[in-house]
Structure formats: C-alpha cells, structure tokens
C-alpha cells in the first residue's frame, strides 16, 4: 500500500511562492513516476506537473511552464512543487499522485493514468 502526504499548502498573495511536499510511504518510491495535479472550485482535476522517476524527465501543463518546478528526492521519499509568481487563478486544492513503472524516464499526465493519490493541500493567492 502506498501512501501519499502533501503539506506546504497555505494562503500566500499574487507573486510570492510556496513550496509543497508529498511524502510517500513505500518502500518502492524510488519506482514510481510522480506528478502534481490541481483542483480549483467548480473546475475538474487538471495537470500539473509530472516527473519520471529517475527525477530526468519533467513535464508542466502550459499554465505553469515557467513558474513551477517539480523535483524529487528518493533518498528522503519526497517530492516537491516549487510555485513562483503566483497568480490569483493558481487557487486550488493541490493533489500528488503516484504510478509504479518500470521505464525510469517516464511521466504521466493523465489523471486516470496514476494508481496512487493523497488527500490534497489548499492553496490559496489572494490578488
């Protein structure tokens, strides 16, 4: 069983940043491909950002190229999501998301493609 924590979430104003984290409990993290997805209210699940699991693969919806950055460390069972310049529409319910692969290059951004979720963290940019 996997097992996946953000934290990081918070109320921050239009420009500044906030950093999450996703802590995972399996022992085979370092085989999972990971990626970031959102949820504003009244909209749907959407992309965010994806990582392989060797960490040399990224991938970024569109709304965020160039502001966010995801990483990983596989020593500590982490990942992030750096979000600079913050916009009032990046408001949502941030979500993690974990999908076992044997192809370390890989990333996935499809919601329906990952196996593993947590239970999100708030973010909030007030203008």
């Known amino acids: 069983q996997v097992q996946l924590v953000e934290s990081g979430g918070g109320l921050v104003q239009a420009g500044g940043s906030l950093r999450l984290s996703c802590a995972v409990s399996?022992?085979?993290?370092?085989?999972?491909?990971m990626g970031w997805f959102r949820q504003g209210p009244g909209k749907e699940r959407e992309f965010v950002a994806g990582?392989?699991?060797?960490?040399?693969?990224?991938y970024y919806a569109d709304s965020v190229k160039g502001r966010f950055t995801i990483s990983r460390d596989n020593a500590k069972n982490t990942v992030y999501l750096q979000m600079d310049s913050l916009k009032p529409e990046d408001t949502a319910v941030y979500f993690c998301?974990?999908?076992?692969?044997?192809?370390?290059?890989?990333?996935?951004?499809?919601?329906?493609?990952?196996?593993?979720w947590g239970q999100g963290t708030q973010v909030t940019v007030s203008s």
């Open positions: 399996a022992r085979t993290f370092g085989s999972n491909a």
């Open positions: 998301s974990a999908r076992p692969t044997s192809n370390s290059n890989m990333y996935y951004t499809s919601a329906d493609q990952y196996n593993y």
């Open positions: 990582i392989s699991w060797s960490g040399g693969r990224t």
